[in-house]
């Protein structure tokens, strides 16, 4: 009878269905690997489900959004910040314009929105109030609101926490952040602006943090005298309709043409086509590369991330693999076939992905939901909901799951063709032929080069910056894919690089020529160690080029007020108009008095100093003369504002959509070089003045253009031949001029001064300085304006009271605050050595899991050399040495692998000026890792081995 070699019927499945069993039975044998390896990959599975989740938190629901702020209402009329009937607010925020012609119309004036409330509604009115209260012998601001805001239609918005509804007059809701800061309880008496209340409960506006301090008052409790100017500013009324008809996108469009926001329930749940959000001639909206950017980085360093995991759990599977050599040889030898035997390495990378996602998104999931849940108990607004990203986290589960496959069939195929006889003798798989390795790294490695110079190419191809934000995702895809290509060929190219480097070891120590001939003679365990040092090393090295950009471009982009640590406290205060409408007279300060106040409330005085500029306008309402005839500046009023002309070339060129087309140009930097300065940009004075504003000394030749009549000039953008021109504008009215936008009113007077320019220290917003006896001749009316005050640090929340309290007492105004210019936000920092923390975490685990591998693979050599007389300082010595070789080698080629990529992507964006190499954190992350590996392999190697049995030697 012949022979019937025909596969039977279902006997891949029954294969498969034994190598799976055979695969479970191991993971159980081996638990410590195992869970290894799940965490491996269940870490940054659940970071990424985490970290969307989160983010899709943030961002509210349509639903959401008319609960937060509707509540049960249909619509809410407001203030529209528009400068013409020809705008169109965005249907979900009604506070902001999405689209306008941007032309300003000088006859356009808005209507109060009680005028367009439809019929059929029952109205409810929020009046925003500012109120002040005493705090010792100061008065300080305190934010009101008044409303009744435990009517039904307010559910969802208002919420009743501690506490009763008021029952009185005198009783009132406050928010939990009202009592932490004034130290009260309900029921205790609290003395205001508006009257003495009784707070008996405590009231959370879900669109707004618990932590705000808000007096709710009903309407009608606040007589009407004490609403002052808020009465007169339609900006601080809301109007809430009730009723069971919704408003329409059309009634929306229709507000809108006369100057009215109106957030619609309907309009909200159900938002109108793109096509109808935009009028006709609308202005190009500037859309930032920022954001694209930040989307690069994070898609360069998730890439690098899944990597990482990938190359450490292949570190692991490796060694799992040889130490099931004699097991598969055995399966083998029974007449199981290669695909049998690879698969049973196989399906422990598929027992375990599958664990290890779906314990992540599992962790991701309940972690990311304790925050939501513990930020809403405490009454911030920052998350909305719990809203899980479905298909973020599907994406994640799946790289992870695939990543662990992967990183399972490498050692799975090198198992399977190991030979048999080879296998039952030694237990040790034979070193393979490296050559096809070496030359499909090699070609990876072109590979690589030519899409990075593809990117980087296309990148610099366009020379206009709005086609460079269109490429940027094409750029970042090719530079992504170059990365990952680039590691993966170095992985490749590792065993032939080992090879060549340790060729040469004569002059080494005994240890370190042993570890070097141990790491070329097995390559199959020295390559993953190495692989996954450079894995993590890339994407530590990316995050830290990354972060030191994003830092470097933050601060090159600040907007300084003025220099860091300092404070402005006018001298001179508009008063509000008298009961008959006309305006008072300013209430001028004592600045001696004003300085003494605030050195008393905090201790962190360095220096003041009085600030002399032209007269700022004062008693002059914006909009078209009545006619031409009235003088810009009267004996009551003051309606010029000063400026510097830019002469014509000197300006920074933008493209159509707003965006600078060269950053670095000399035209766009500077201050005041793209914004137009406010009535405080010019100071009269001298030495002492250019010091304390500009933090610069005043030169010789800066003094002598002073004394000549002249002006020293903060930007040269603003010079031509040593002169500059000063430009008197009428502030009543606009023109907008094509060729310096900056100049928005009517010139009405233009002085020709010789200029000689002293640049700050930062791009503070000030043209410069003149003397006084300049700003005589030219008829400015200088007189005393601002205290400067300069302070030691950053003052802290108690002491930013403390000094407003002071100076609120002084003013005998409530509102007054005290706010410091900060400089670059520390915050920014902290989460830069954030990120350089997690990054070494990152490169010292990995170097620690792949030490420990690697010394449990090495362990029968151990032996062998402690059975031959070694001392323990030798097996210790060698096992360090070893660790330094793989770890500095993967260190070195995953910082350059990192770097070059990030520091491509960033300069295919707007930040490509701000490109900074963090040199020192580089080399801090090639030499630690390398020895830290180092020393805890040394640790790690115990200077006694335990008894164990040898493989045969046949």
């Known amino acids: 009878m012949p022979l019937d070699l025909t596969p039977a019927p279902g006997g891949r499945r029954s294969s498969f269905r034994v190598a799976l069993r055979m695969a479970r039975r191991d993971i159980r044998r081996h638990r410590g690997r195992s869970f290894l390896i799940v965490l491996l990959i269940m870490l940054p599975v659940a ?137 009260l309880q309900l029921g205790e008496e609290f003395t205001t602006s508006a009257g003495i209340f009784v707070p008996v409960g405590t009231l959370r506006d879900a669109d707004a943090s618990d932590n705000n301090s808000f007096l709710y008052v009903q309407p009608g409790q606040v007589a009407p005298a004490v609403l002052g100017r808020e009465r007169e500013l339609p900006q601080s009324v809301s109007y809430y309709l009730v009723g069971p008809e919704p408003v329409s996108w059309q009634q929306v469009r229709a507000a809108n043409r006369q100057g009215v926001a109106v957030l619609s329930r309907s309009v909200v749940l159900d938002p109108p086509p793109l096509d109808q959000r935009v009028v006709s001639g609308a202005q190009p909206r500037y859309e930032s590369t920022e954001a694209l950017t930040l989307y690069a980085s994070f898609g360069l360093l998730g890439a690098l991330a899944l990597l990482e995991v990938g190359l450490l759990a292949g570190a692991a599977f490796a060694v799992g693999a040889k130490r099931q050599v004699r097991e598969l040889a055995l399966l083998a030898a029974s007449g199981a076939e290669t695909p049998t035997v690879r698969a049973v390495v196989t399906a422990a990378g598929l027992w375990l992905g599958a ?41 994640a589960m799946l790289m992870g799951l695939a990543a662990c496959i992967l990183a399972a069939v490498a050692p799975a195929g090198q198992v399977a063709r190991q030979a048999v006889l080879g296998a039952l003798k030694s237990g040790r798989a034979p070193a393979g032929n490296g050559k096809r390795t070496s030359i499909t790294g090699a070609v990876l490695l072109v590979a690589a080069v030519g899409l990075l110079a593809a990117g980087w190419l296309l990148g610099q191809s366009a020379k206009d910056p709005d086609r460079q934000a269109e490429q940027l995702p094409l750029v970042a895809t090719l530079l992504i894919g170059g990365a990952v290509l680039a590691v993966a060929a170095l992985v490749l190219l590792t065993g032939w690089l080992i090879v060549r480097l340790t060729s040469r070891t004569q002059w080494l120590s005994l240890p370190l020529r042993m570890a070097a001939r141990d790491s070329a003679r097995n390559r199959g365990r020295t390559v993953p160690a190495v692989a996954a040092v450079l894995a993590a090393a890339t994407l530590a090295s990316a995050g830290l080029v990354l972060s030191a ?89 003051n309606c010029l504002q000063y400026s510097l002309a830019r002469p014509e070339g000197n300006e920074c060129a933008m493209t159509p959509q707003r965006r600078i087309k060269d950053p670095a140009d000399w035209r766009c930097q500077g201050a005041l070089a793209q914004w ?109 304006a601002e205290l400067l005050v300069q302070l030691d640090r950053q003052p802290s929340a108690a002491e930013a009271d403390a000094a407003a309290a002071a100076v609120a007492a002084v003013y005998k105004q409530p509102g007054a605050g005290f706010w410091a210019e900060p400089g670059v936000s520390q915050d920014n920092q902290w989460m830069f050595w954030l990120i350089v923390a997690a990054s070494a975490v990152i490169t010292l685990s990995a170097a620690g899991i792949t030490t420990g591998l690697a010394l449990a693979d090495a362990r029968n050599d151990h032996m062998t050399l402690a059975g031959v007389g070694a001392s323990p300082r030798l097996r210790k010595g060698l096992a360090a040495a070893q660790a330094l070789l793989t770890s500095g080698l993967g260190a070195a080629l995953g910082t350059i692998a990192g770097a070059v990529p990030a520091v491509l992507i960033v300069a295919s964006t707007d930040m490509r000026t701000a490109v900074e190499i963090p040199w020192l954190h580089l080399l801090a992350l090639v030499l630690a890792v390398p020895l830290t590996g180092s020393a805890l392999a040394w640790i790690c190697t115990r200077a006694v081995l335990p008894m164990s049995r040898r493989g045969l030697v046949g």
């Open 355 to 395: 664990i290890a996602v779906m314990a992540g998104a599992g962790l991701g999931l309940g972690a990311a939901a304790v925050v939501v849940l513990w930020v809403r108990s405490t009454g911030s607004a920052r998350l909305a909901g719990l809203h899980p990203d479905i298909l973020l986290t599907s994406v």
């Open 549 to 637: 950009t994003q830092q470097t471009w933050m601060r090159d982009n600040h907007s300084w007020s003025a220099l860091e640590n300092q404070t402005f406290l006018p001298l001179s205060l508009d008063q509000p108009l008298s009961a008959d409408g006309s305006t008072q007279p300013p209430v001028e300060v004592d600045p001696a008095e004003l300085s003494a106040a605030v050195e008393r409330a905090i201790g962190t005085v360095a220096w003041t100093q009085v600030i002399t500029a032209p007269a700022y306008p004062r008693n002059c309402g914006d909009g078209p003369l009545p006619s031409p005839e009235t003088p810009a500046r009267t004996a009551t009023s």
């Open 676 to 784: 137009s300065g406010s009535h405080r940009a010019v100071v009269v004075g001298g030495a002492d003045e250019i010091r304390a504003v500009l933090g610069r000394e005043a030169g010789p030749e800066a003094l002598a253009v002073l004394d000549a009549g002249g002006m020293v000039v903060t930007n040269p953008v603003f010079v031509r031949d040593g002169t500059t021109v000063l430009l008197g504008q009428d502030v009543r009215t606009w023109n907008e001029s094509a060729s310096d936008p900056s100049l928005t009113h009517d010139t009405v007077s233009s002085s020709a001064l010789p200029a000689v320019v002293v640049e700050p220290a930062e791009a503070v917003p000030y043209y410069g300085v003149i003397s006084p006896e300049t700003a005589e001749r030219l008829d400015l009316r200088a007189e005393p």
């Open 47 to 183: 970071g990424m489900t985490g970290a969307a989740t989160l983010y899709q938190s943030s961002q509210r629901t349509p639903g959401e959004i008319v609960r937060y702020e509707l509540g049960n209402a249909q619509a809410r009329f407001s203030a529209l910040a528009s400068v013409n009937a020809e705008s169109i607010q965005d249907p979900l925020n009604d506070v902001v314009v999405a689209s306008s012609t941007g032309n300003v119309d000088p006859d356009f004036i808005a209507t109060p929105p009680e005028e367009l409330l439809p019929e059929g509604y029952d109205v409810l009115p929020m009046r925003q109030l500012q109120l002040t209260t005493t705090v010792g012998e100061a008065l300080v601001s305190l934010n009101g609101v008044q409303v009744d805001a435990l009517n039904p239609a307010f559910t969802g918005k208002f919420t009743l926490l501690d506490g009763r509804a008021p029952e009185s007059s005198q009783e009132v809701l406050v928010s939990r952040g009202l009592l932490e800061r004034f130290h």
